[in-house]
């Protein structure tokens, strides 16, 4: 058998996206992970691909700008290739704004998102009265209406990339010898293990519940966020609701009433969604890096051992959103030694 030139550790939402980039430039691709596809967090059920506010610009707001705009064409290519649907759709996003002051600051982020957001999205403040049943409610009548948000299936979309991989010949290992250049995708666990390794904190695990709702409505309604909660209609007739934001858990997997607390909001904030069947409840833990940026580099200097391994972790709420362009960068890194990692996504930031 020939060698690998690169084995991915890990094969969660950044570890199959950074395989799949790497096989496409020809790189020769070993996938390892002893659980699974998206058996952690990139399992879920939430899936939305949400931009930050267009104002206060920087290296993260671009980053995730120029990966959400790579989206469509990269899950164009995956499914094509594999065949299966990652469910994503560039839908659009509606908030509502509660006051007047959120309201001036929408109007502001009218023009800067034209500057921007580079004239390919747009954020509007719409009059809620001209969108129908699917508005949440809104004390000001209006809400923010932005075209550059997308959405996809979380555990559909690793589906779809272990789909395309296969049909390039390569498929997830549950264990086999590093072979070539490694990177470390590994998760919420790969965070406590770099802590313990590092004996210094540079991230840790929050935990998230997060439901699962028959919707009778078409799927390519726009995704909202109202009172903190994503609500994402899917493409395969689901929608999805999440999700709660937990520090400190006993159990990474169980849910429980905080997640009856969000599926109750999220009914109070679209009345339409009233009498809808829960079909599924999840939960899990998302890696938080310290810095909450995407953690991406060469493994720390002073563990010489590990001097072609790489780290691509720390995904926290915002990894499905930048895995195109993740990918795109650590591909950059490993194949052609050209470090394109702005800053505050470094290794070395989180320490």
Not at 28 to 55: T, W
Not at 278 to 283: S, T
Not at 330 to 347: E, K, Q, S, W, Y
């Amino acid at each position: 058998m020939a060698m690998a030139d690169i084995t991915v550790r890990g094969a969660g939402i950044f570890g199959l996206s950074i395989a799949w980039t790497c096989a496409r430039r020809g790189a020769s691709v070993q996938i390892i992970d002893p659980f699974g596809a998206g058996a952690g967090s990139s399992g879920g059920l939430v899936g939305a691909l949400a931009p930050h506010v267009p104002e206060n610009w920087n290296a993260k707001k671009q980053y995730q700008l120029e990966s959400l705009l790579m989206a469509q064409e990269f899950w164009q290519a995956v499914e094509a290739t594999g065949g299966v649907s990652p469910g994503y759709g560039r839908t659009g996003r509606l908030q509502p704004i509660n006051d007047q002051r959120t309201l001036d600051l929408a109007r502001q982020r009218e023009g800067t998102a034209v500057e921007l957001w580079q004239g390919k999205a747009t954020w509007t403040v719409t009059k809620s009265e001209t969108l129908g049943a699917w508005v949440p409610p809104s004390a000001t009548g209006f809400v923010v209406h932005d075209t550059l948000s997308g959405r996809m299936h979380p555990r559909r979309a690793c589906t779809a990339l272990v789909a395309a991989l296969a049909a390039m010949g390569i498929n997830v290992q549950a264990e086999a010898p590093d072979q070539g250049q490694v990177i470390h995708a590994t998760g919420y666990a790969g965070l406590m293990d770099l802590n313990a390794v590092l004996d210094r904190p540079v991230g840790n695990g929050v935990k998230g519940q997060a439901a699962l709702l028959r919707f009778g409505q078409t799927p390519d309604v726009p995704q909202l966020y109202a009172d903190g909660l994503h609500i994402i209609p899917h493409a395969d007739g689901t929608l999805a609701i999440g999700s709660t934001n937990e520090r400190e858990f006993d159990d990474p997997n169980s849910t429980d009433v905080q997640l009856d607390d969000v599926i109750e909001r999220a009914l109070a904030a679209l009345p339409v969604l009233q009498g809808s069947d829960v079909i599924e409840r999840w939960a899990g833990v998302r890696p938080r890096a310290k810095s909450r940026a995407p953690m991406l580099g060469s493994w720390p200097s002073k563990h010489p051992g590990k001097a072609q391994h790489f780290i691509a972790n720390g995904g926290f709420k915002i990894g499905f959103g930048m895995a195109p362009k993740v990918a795109e960068t650590m591909a950059d890194l490993v194949l052609d030694g050209v470090d394109t990692i702005p800053n505050g996504f470094r290794v070395e930031d989180n320490m």
